[in-house]
């Protein structure tokens, strides 16, 4: 027979030490001793780290991430989405889940940038992480190094408390990295080594939407919900001058050749071209509804920018008076509307063979653009690529570029917290790379003029500097 085991002693080794330590604890006389126990030990499980259940949470197979994005799309989000044209690369209007090496990273990804919170100097230099992408997301690259490989994390910056929405490098500079925050704050770094913080602009009161270094980087102007645009001179850290508004200032940008036009987009339908030195008006130009992103091409002579309804417009701009005039509207065809989070001009391209506008809205579509210059910037559409809707708004950037036989890249970030990198000449499959370490919704990703790093930012505050291969 097998040995009876003393019951008092087999309860004893099942006790759970916290909760018998919940039990011991001093109660009131006339409390029920039960109920003290029981509601400090569940008190004492809700206070765990939600980041860990995070990580280890499943259902049918999928993480946290990757189920939460799929249960916040939108009701019609099936008819929302038309089948792609032979033209339209991409995967367009299906929600792809996550494959199971995908599911690995994301646990990774998870556990990868806890240990930020755990005191460690924000820059610190951090190598262990390199560029992945699962079988769902493109295919496999048999002995041949994918597009815009990247070796690691250069630096991370973790100072801000709040979500980075926008962040860009000086103008002609690889070191300079500035980025603003949902605090209101603007925080500029040099990256070079060691990285470090140089200066924290605090003066906005809400959300800092957008901004943008002057040609000589020694000034940065910048637009907030508050309804101000702010001008800072970078080396003292001081606001030399606030132009105060009617409505939330959405984006901003310096004249290229003229850097005493500033042309801001405004949600009051609005773009406003102020003079620099003074801060006064020299023209407006309105339209259908409020502008939230603009870019300049590179002679100064034209403005693209989009509005909260998806529409994207040409505007002509008079070089020495800053005069506005409206020439061109690409209206979108699609019944339910997005706002424009990106527009970004690029002077050429190696696919249309002319100056190209990318544009991205909420709703994850992204756009490729040909640009007629002569006809005072006539906008044809090139290709496009349906990405999976989003919540926040989260941009996109062109990527340097390559030989002709390689593509047209686009990096953008995403709601699952990663940098991806599109193929626009690809007819499918077009995902050929992404980013793994953020463990929240990716806002924004910038270039330096080196284009050999590569910044993000998310929701949660954090900065990551990615190195690229030498070999990409």
Request: proline fraction near 5%; charge should be positive.
């Amino acid at each position: 027979m097998a040995d009876q085991s003393d019951p008092v002693q087999v309860a004893k080794e099942n006790v759970d030490p916290e909760f018998f330590s919940c039990l011991l604890q001093p109660t009131t006389s006339d409390a029920d001793l039960n109920y003290i126990g029981i509601r400090r030990f569940l008190l004492h499980r809700k206070a765990e780290s939600g980041v860990l259940r995070r990580r280890d949470w499943r259902c049918n197979g999928k993480g946290y991430v990757a189920y939460r994005n799929y249960i916040r799309r939108p009701r019609n989000w099936e008819n929302m989405h038309q089948p792609s044209l032979n033209s339209t690369p991409g995967n367009s209007g299906r929600w792809i889940p996550p494959s199971p090496l995908s599911l690995l990273y994301e646990a990774e990804s998870w556990s990868s940038v806890r240990d930020m919170q755990s005191g460690k100097p924000a820059s610190s230099h951090r190598n262990s992480f390199s560029s992945t992408a699962s079988d769902s997301d493109r295919p496999r690259f048999r002995g041949v190094e994918p597009p815009y490989s990247f070796v690691g994390m250069h630096c991370v910056f973790d100072q801000s408390q709040a979500s980075v929405t926008v962040l860009k490098f000086g103008h002609m500079n690889s070191d300079l990295l500035a980025y603003g925050s949902s605090d209101g704050t603007l925080t500029v770094c040099l990256i070079s080594d060691p990285p470090s913080v140089i200066k924290q602009l605090k003066g906005h009161s809400k959300d800092v939407t957008d901004f943008d270094f002057s040609s000589n980087n020694q000034y940065i102007a910048s637009s907030s919900l508050d309804k101000t645009v702010r001008v800072w001179e970078i080396s003292q850290g001081l606001c030399i001058r606030v132009i105060y508004g009617v409505s939330s200032q959405l984006c901003i940008r310096f004249h290229p050749v003229n850097n005493n036009f500033l042309s801001v987009g405004n949600a009051n339908k609005e773009i406003m071209v102020f003079n620099f030195s003074t801060g006064r008006i020299i023209s407006k130009a309105v339209f259908d509804s409020g502008v939230t992103s603009m870019d300049h091409d590179h002679t100064g002579q034209l403005i693209f920018c989009g509005d909260s309804l998806g529409s994207i417009y040409s505007v002509s701009m008079n070089s020495h008076t800053g005069a506005l005039s409206r020439s061109h509207r690409y209206r979108d065809s699609s019944r339910k509307k997005s706002a424009v989070t990106t527009v970004q001009y690029r002077s050429f391209s190696l696919m249309a063979r002319t100056p190209v506008l990318l544009t991205c809205t909420q709703d994850g579509n992204l756009s490729f653009f040909s640009i007629a210059l002569e006809v005072r910037g006539y906008l044809t559409l090139r290709c496009s690529l349906k990405l999976t809707p989003r919540v926040h708004s989260i941009r996109a950037s062109f990527c340097p570029l390559l030989s002709p036989e390689k593509g047209e890249y686009i990096v953008a970030g995403s709601e699952d917290s990663n940098v991806y990198f599109y193929d626009l000449t690809r007819p499918k499959h077009t995902c050929v790379n992404k980013l793994q370490g953020h463990r929240f919704p990716v806002m924004d990703v910038a270039w330096n003029h080196g284009a050999n790093l590569l910044a993000s930012s998310d929701f949660y505050g954090t900065v990551i500097v990615w190195k690229r291969s030498k070999t990409s």
